[in-house]
């Protein structure tokens, strides 16, 4: 059973800060992706890689970083954060048919 | 790139009815074509896929059709039960298989009523 793990459930951070939104997947993919889901406009795309050091950006990148240093490990990162960043962060790892594998979610909220 | 457009938004339906909900793709390159349910506090699940060789994928209560020419994939949900409720995103992928990132519609709201 595919497993995609992210770090936090829940987080609060304040205006300014940096933050690491942690992602692990054990089934050895070469994909991996980083959306945020807010109500109404459903999952957009961030940032993702297919394969280890690389990393691409994806419809809302502005703000974010990405890190993938190791083939199951995918870290998305918010340089400052800032109160508009608030959202649901889903990492999510794919099959190679291109069906993917979510992550619980990390809920985050920048006061 | 690829845009993806997904109605209804909400649906309510009763217990046993079936439900049906509709996308749209923009890009005719696109080739893979998954839906996610995600119920309430969870994670999205993949329920069902189909690729642009196939018509027509049955699973169970649940089938999807997808219409080449007209760029548009539907989803079937027949006897539905209070444990379909959930939210149901549609997505298209531009280049299928192992390195395709998938562009999502902004989801329905399946409301099953007993």
């Known amino acids: 059973d595919v497993k995609v793990t992210q770090s936090s459930r829940y987080l609060v951070k304040r205006t300014g800060e940096k933050v690491f939104l942690e992602c692990v997947q054990d089934m050895d993919h070469e994909n991996m992706f980083w959306y945020r889901q807010d109500p109404g406009l459903g999952l957009r795309l961030i940032y993702f890689?297919?394969?280890?050091?690389?990393?691409e950006k994806g419809d809302i990148p502005e703000g974010y970083s990405v890190s993938r240093e190791k083939k199951e490990r995918f870290s998305l990162i918010l340089e400052s954060a800032s109160t508009n960043q608030t959202s649901m962060y889903l990492c999510a790892s794919s099959f190679p048919s291109g069906g993917y594998t979510f992550g619980s979610g990390t809920r985050l909220t920048v006061v | 790139g690829e845009n993806v457009e997904q109605h209804p938004s909400t649906l309510s339906v009763q217990e046993g009815d079936s439900a049906v909900i509709k996308c749209t793709y923009s890009d005719s390159a696109s080739n893979y074509f998954p839906w996610y349910k995600q119920e309430l506090g969870k994670r999205p699940q993949l329920i069902i896929d189909?690729?642009?060789?196939?018509g027509e994928k049955k699973d169970q209560r649940i089938a999807v059709t997808l219409n080449k020419t007209a760029k548009h994939f539907s989803l079937h949900i027949t006897e539905t039960q209070p444990e379909d409720s959930a939210v149901y995103f549609c997505?298209?992928?531009?280049?299928?298989?192992?390195?395709?990132?998938?562009?999502f519609g902004k989801g329905t709201k399946l409301s099953v009523k007993p």
């Open positions: 189909i690729r642009s060789n196939v």
């Open positions: 890689s297919y394969d280890v050091k690389m990393k």
């Open positions: 997505a298209a992928s531009l280049y299928g298989g192992s390195q395709g990132n998938l562009i």
